[in-house]
């Protein structure tokens, strides 16, 4: 997305705020926040065209839908254990499709070694049980063509939280997934499984800030709207977790904007990002 596109993304939300909704409004203000759809050095190719680009649990596949338009001459393939929300046919670019898959699946994602040339992943951490998520990183190094990149993105999950209602909310839906097994893995894990590959080289990590809240303007509170659409999903299963009443995590979520300002609140989002060589390892 270009800066003036950015911009015109939040002045466009005051008229047209349905649009933005939902796995769309985070996506918007993803591409806002970073100035752009990923940070792997792969634009050129993408543009000469016959460049292949993988988005694994790609839910909506709306960043699939917006890259297949930038990069008309590259093709698009996008994976998730459910079609529930891919789009329909008729919407569909031609450049992209759409395959209903678990990627825990054996023997693992469906198709040949070296097949891609961009393997990218997007707020997957908190998806994957601790054990599975060697397969998973191995499994997308195999389908990445020597030189092709890959790429995470998600939110940190890591770190001190200010506020004691954000700390509250997230420290039990960590504590939750715990209780499933499910630990979102760190940059830095992330990082020791990519090198255990030894495939990936050039690793790079970037962190980005948002507010959260309207001390941030526009900006703030839609990421503050997003937040809490992320938290009235999880009520269901906090409410009992937390051992609190509906009404009473209705009222943290309604008392978490002033504490937005209160306490100038941010939410952070990383990409991390590698290339694929083989390493001389003599
Ligand atoms: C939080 S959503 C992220 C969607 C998308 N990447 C994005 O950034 O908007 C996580 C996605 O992972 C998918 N998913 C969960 N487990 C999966 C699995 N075992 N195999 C494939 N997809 C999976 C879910 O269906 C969901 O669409």
């Given at each position: 997305m270009h800066f003036e596109e950015s911009i015109n993304f939040l002045e466009k939300y005051e008229y047209h705020e349905k649009e933005f909704h939902g796995t769309s409004l985070q996506h918007n203000i993803l591409s806002y926040i970073w100035q752009g759809d990923y940070s792997s050095r792969i634009k050129e190719r993408l543009i000469k065209g016959n460049t292949k680009v993988i988005d694994l649990g790609c839910g909506t596949g709306q960043w699939l839908i917006d890259m297949s338009s930038k990069y008309p001459l590259s093709t698009f393939i996008g994976i998730d254990i459910s079609s529930r929300l891919?789009?329909?046919?008729?919407?569909?670019?031609?450049?992209?499709?759409?395959?209903?898959?678990?990627?825990?699946?054996?023997?693992?994602?469906?198709?040949?070694?070296?097949?891609?040339?961009?393997?990218?992943?997007?707020?997957l951490s908190?998806?994957?049980?601790?054990?599975?998520?060697?397969?998973?990183?191995?499994?997308?190094?195999?389908?990445?063509?020597?030189?092709?990149?890959?790429?995470?993105?998600?939110?940190?999950?890591?770190?001190?939280?200010?506020?004691?209602?954000?700390?509250?909310?997230?420290?039990?839906?960590?504590?939750?997934?715990?209780?499933?097994?499910?630990?979102p893995p760190?940059?830095?894990?992330?990082t020791e499984y990519l090198n255990q590959t030894n495939q990936i080289s050039n690793i790079q990590l970037e962190v980005k800030s948002c507010p959260l809240g309207s001390w941030g303007g526009k900006l703030g509170e839609l990421m503050l709207s997003d937040f809490i659409t992320v938290f009235q999903r999880f009520k269901s299963i906090l409410v009992p977790f937390m051992k609190i009443s509906e009404k009473e995590y209705d009222k943290l979520l309604i008392e978490f904007d002033n504490e937005c300002v209160r306490y100038q609140l941010c939410c952070y989002t990383y990409r991390l990002y590698g290339n694929k060589t083989t390493y001389n390892l003599g």
């Open positions: 891919f789009p329909s046919q008729e919407i569909k670019p031609n450049n992209v499709a759409f395959l209903q898959y678990n990627l825990l699946d054996h023997p693992g994602i469906p198709f040949p070694n070296e097949t891609f040339d961009f393997v990218y992943l997007r707020c908190m998806t994957f049980e601790e054990k599975d998520w060697a397969h998973v990183i191995n499994e997308i190094v195999r389908v990445t063509d020597l030189n092709g990149c890959v790429e995470f993105m998600d939110f940190v999950c890591e770190g001190d939280i200010k506020g004691p209602i954000m700390n509250h909310l997230c420290s039990s839906l960590l504590s939750f997934l715990e209780s499933k097994n499910i630990k760190s940059t830095t894990k992330l």
